[in-house]
Every structure is written in C-alpha cells, then in structure tokens.
C-alpha cells in the first residue's frame, strides 16, 4: 500500500485563483515527518516544509499555507492567489521512526497549472 | 557553485555503454542520496550514504553502481542498462543523523535515456 496518496494528478487554475493540493499518509507509527516539494520544469525539487507528528498547528509562509490532521491523516497544501510562476509538480512526502530518517516516501504528485 | 549539482544533465547511451552519473553538494552535508523519477511513479529511493557509507540499498539491480569518494562528492557507475532504465535521476543530500528527519535538497537531475 502506498504511504502517501495525492489523488489530484492534474490541477488548473487562472491566476488569482486559491488552490488546494490534497496530501494523505498512512503511517504506524507515532513519529513521523512530512514534507512539501516542488519541482518546477528545471528538474530540482525544492523544499517548501517540514513539519513533525507532535506539532498540529497550521502554517502560514506568505501565499502558501499547510493545514495538518492527524485525525484525517492529511496534510494539504494551499496556495492563496496563484500566480504563473506556481506552476509546477507538487510532492508530498512522509518519512517514519521505523523506517528510517533517511527514507522519504513521495507521492506521485500533482502537477498544477496556473492559467494567465 | 551553490546547493547541489549533477552531471550531466542529459545523457543518451546505448545498452551496452558504460557510463557515470556525478552529484556534488556544497551545503556540508553529510548524507547524499540517489533517487529515480519515472513517469507516474512515485520517487524510488535507490541508494544512501551517510558519512560515506552506504546506509541503504532498496533492491537496485548491479547494472548500478553507486560511489561516494568523501561526503561531497557521489558518483552513479552505469553499464548494461535496459530501457526502462530511462528515467529522471535525482541526487540529493542532508545533515543525516541518526533519527534526524531533515529536509532533503535536490540537484536538478540527469535525464537518462537508454536506447
């Protein structure tokens, strides 16, 4: 079963627009870590958030904002008036105790179209 | 150079070539990481070294071959590839303590196309 499911494959928007990428995990364990990244056309993936099981409290970075439940498991993703330079593919990933901090499970991602 | 850079960028070679991938990180870390991208697929973890060991090998076939000379430098030794080896390979890298979860940072990539 795969750990993290992003079930929006493709995603678009005309500028301006909010925007919700959906994130959601299956874990065991009881700490774990989830991140957000983004791969723009160059190929890098550039990291955007981690955030830790213990610590449920939103997070505002400018237009971007991350809304964490455990009781649903999700960790979504919302970008306030999308702009052009957002379009991107957008990965969410989770790593677990029992599985090692190196490992990093991805999900397949959604890629997100921002219309001019 | 800043962050994390790979060579190349793209690569084209037949089945019977032998060929290297190259990963440089300029962030200090001390974990480095390969990953293979496909379409539709989730990222698959291939190899990690943490203070240049190899701490991880998720059932990569010996057609590759990773190396990390020292912890900024990790090579990706290539032969006898198949086609469906064409992928995007991404390097990565991360303070890789023990339990430590920190964020990992990507260099671009090397499009590999195996024909």
């Known amino acids: 079963a795969q750990k993290v499911t992003q079930a929006q494959t493709e995603i678009s928007v005309v500028e301006k627009e909010d925007v919700t990428l959906d994130c959601v995990y299956e874990?065991?364990?009881?700490?774990?870590?989830l991140f957000w990244y983004k791969q723009p056309p160059s190929g890098e993936l550039v990291f955007l958030i981690r955030?830790?099981?213990?610590?449920?409290q939103n997070e505002i970075s400018g237009r971007y904002s991350w809304n964490f439940q455990k009781s649903t498991s999700s960790f979504n993703f919302t970008i306030t008036a999308s702009q052009v330079v957002d379009s991107a593919v957008y990965f969410c990933a989770l790593s677990e105790s029992q599985t090692g901090a190196n490992n990093l499970f991805f999900g397949t991602g959604t890629r997100l179209t921002v219309i001019p | 150079e800043t962050g994390v850079t790979q060579t190349p960028r793209h690569l084209v070679m037949g089945m019977t070539n032998k060929k290297s991938l190259k990963c440089e990180q300029h962030l200090g870390h001390n974990a480095m990481y390969w990953y293979k991208q496909s379409a539709k697929k989730p990222l698959e973890l291939m190899f990690v070294y943490s203070l240049e060991e190899r701490v991880e090998n998720n059932s990569v076939p010996s057609r590759f071959s990773p190396e990390c000379p020292n912890s900024s430098h990790l090579f990706l030794h290539l032969h006898t590839l198949q086609p469906e080896d064409s992928a995007l390979y991404l390097c990565?890298?991360?303070?890789?303590?023990?339990?430590?979860?920190?964020?990992?940072?990507f260099g671009p990539g090397t499009r590999l196309t195996v024909l």
């Open positions: 990565a890298s991360s303070y890789g303590t023990s339990g430590s979860h920190n964020e990992q940072f």
């Open positions: 874990t065991r364990d009881t700490t774990y870590y």
């Open positions: 955030r830790n099981s213990f610590d449920e």
